[in-house]
């Protein structure tokens, strides 16, 4: 069963607390596919680092750590290049290179929705991030990638065109910005969690929001899967 982590403005806890149900339940699970802070979390989670850590890693970080001045403010207002050193610190340097198949979200230069599944992970994610007009694009192998969120939050469809039928793992973080699309997810079993509440200034309180996100998880868990 392959699990998808859907957009979400700075939703890191809770995503995290949706790992940790997952880790709790011990589900095994097949491939990780995320978009934009899905993407962030799902990428640590993929390399083997468990909730409890990402919650470390991530709880104390300011977003505005995450920007960078630029002089090119016809391409965003600011660049994204401190989040691709944080995760080379943290990751593995391709996606190749995780122990479990990983789906980066992203929008192409075509300003399509894209599954990329091979090539510089720091870089695809921290691309995956990259919110239109905040962020400049990310170029990876000449094209400019952007935040996937903008397009399609969960990126259901295009999954399914690449991994085929079969039921999936879905944590989807209630919508701040960017695009839902109408995608069937009878089939599937979906957690959902509230909006992070954060900020530029601030994530707020990423350990509450993970425990929140947690026991909301934790309950579908046991009814999704009859336990």
Do not use: K, N
């Amino acid at each position: 069963m392959d699990l998808l982590l859907s957009s979400g403005f700075l939703a890191f806890g809770r995503h995290i607390g949706a790992l940790a149900a997952i880790e709790d339940q011990g589900l095994p699970i097949d491939g990780v596919f995320g978009t934009s802070s899905g993407a962030l979390t799902g990428a640590l989670w993929a390399a083997g680092l468990p909730a409890a850590q990402i919650l470390a890693e991530l709880g104390g970080v300011r977003p505005l750590d995450f920007m960078a001045g630029h002089w090119a403010l016809h391409r965003g207002l600011t660049s994204i290049d401190p989040v691709i050193r944080r995760l080379e610190a943290l990751l593995p340097p391709t996606i190749e290179q995780l122990p479990r198949p990983f789906g980066v979200g992203v929008r192409g230069a075509d300003g399509h929705f894209s599954w990329r599944t091979r090539g510089p992970l720091p870089t695809l994610v921290a691309a995956s991030c990259a919110m239109p007009v905040i962020f400049a694009p990310v170029v990876v192998d000449g094209e400019a990638l952007a935040d996937g969120g903008a397009v399609d939050r969960l990126g259901a469809g295009p999954h399914r065109s690449l991994r085929g039928p079969g039921r999936r793992l879905i944590h989807r973080v209630a919508r701040s910005a960017g695009v839902d699309q109408d995608d069937d997810l009878s089939a599937d079993l979906v957690m959902e969690s509230p909006r992070s509440g954060a900020s530029f200034w601030s994530l707020g309180d990423v350990a509450a929001q993970a425990a929140e996100s947690r026991r909301i998880a934790s309950q579908a868990l046991r009814a999704g899967l009859g336990g």
